[in-house]
């Protein structure tokens, strides 16, 4: 009965694959040598981890060789494991590896969000070209709670019916202080910002998730006739600051 449920928690009999396995133990063989190199581990789980990556050459040699079936070759390293990985080197190389697995996920979610973010700005400079006029200013926004992405464009914003502002964004500027020679409800980023908010249906500010915004603005310069990044705009910056939403 021991030897049973020993057999049931038997790490390897999950780890190993049942295809491909001579490929497995050379990738698990080299990852694992490498660690013991340049990890600090007791001498107990050094030499168990030194006894794992002994038995994985064994079982790549055996299949490189096919002295063994790949089912055979497989039996036997997961039968080792369980009867004579008594300190754990196996385990400890797959809680390494799932280390090593969630960073490397972690980090490529992060590059996701950072490209998703960066659509804020293609979008800005992609809507210069359609809804730009000379002297406008137009502001992407990437919401990367929803993924989607907004536009908006200087100066539409108070020519839009009542019923075409939505009172959150009415609400924002109404606290919003004026800090420039136009009108706080004048700016791009207004324009975007009122589309972002019947786009998620707001109902309440706290619908608005503030910290997942990003506005890019960019305006037309005149002397240089380009259109370029316009950083900040203090009318705007008031009310992004309330929300918690940033510029990129
Ligand atoms: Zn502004």
Same mark, same amino acid.
């Given at each position: 009965m021991a030897e049973t449920t020993h057999a049931s928690h038997n790490p390897a009999e999950e780890a190993v694959p049942t295809t491909k396995v001579k490929e497995w133990a050379s990738a698990t063989r080299i990852e694992l040598g490498q660690?013991?190199?340049?990890? %600090?581990?007791?001498?107990?789980?050094? !030499?168990?981890?030194?006894?794992?990556?002994? %038995?994985?050459?064994?079982?790549?040699?055996?299949?490189? =060789?096919?002295?063994?079936? !790949?089912?055979e070759a497989r039996t036997a390293f997961v039968t080792w494991v369980a009867e004579n990985d008594w300190n754990g080197g196996f385990a400890w190389y797959l809680e390494e590896k799932a280390k090593v697995v969630a960073e490397a996920n972690r980090r490529k979610a992060d590059e996701a969000i950072q490209r998703f973010i960066a659509t804020a700005r293609t979008e800005a400079q992609k809507a210069t070209k359609t809804q730009g006029g000379l002297g406008t200013v137009v502001a992407g926004l990437a919401d990367i709670a929803t993924q989607? *992405?907004? *536009?908006?464009?200087?100066?539409?914003?108070?020519?839009?019916?009542? =019923?075409?502002?939505?009172?959150?964004?009415?609400?924002?500027?109404?606290?919003?202080?004026?800090?420039?020679?136009?009108?706080?409800?004048?700016?791009? !980023?207004?324009?975007?910002?009122?589309?972002?908010?019947?786009?998620?249906?707001?109902?309440?500010?706290?619908?608005?998730?503030?910290? =997942?915004?990003?506005?890019?603005? !960019?305006?037309? =310069?005149?002397? %240089?006739r380009i259109w370029q990044p316009r950083s900040a705009c203090g009318n705007c910056d008031n009310w992004m600051k309330i929300i918690g939403a940033r510029r990129v």
């Open positions: 660690w013991i190199k340049t990890l %600090k581990l007791s001498s107990e789980l050094r !030499e168990a981890a030194e006894a794992v990556w002994k %038995k994985l050459g064994a079982l790549e040699s055996a299949l490189v =060789n096919k002295t063994q079936s !790949e089912t989607q *992405t907004f *536009t908006g464009t200087s100066g539409a914003y108070p020519y839009l019916p009542a =019923n075409g502002k939505h009172p959150i964004m009415e609400s924002l500027l109404a606290r919003t202080g004026q800090g420039e020679a136009w009108t706080v409800d004048n700016c791009a !980023e207004v324009d975007a910002m009122n589309k972002y908010l019947y786009a998620i249906k707001a109902q309440l500010m706290t619908d608005v998730h503030g910290k =997942n915004l990003y506005f890019h603005a !960019e305006t037309w =310069n005149w002397d %240089k």
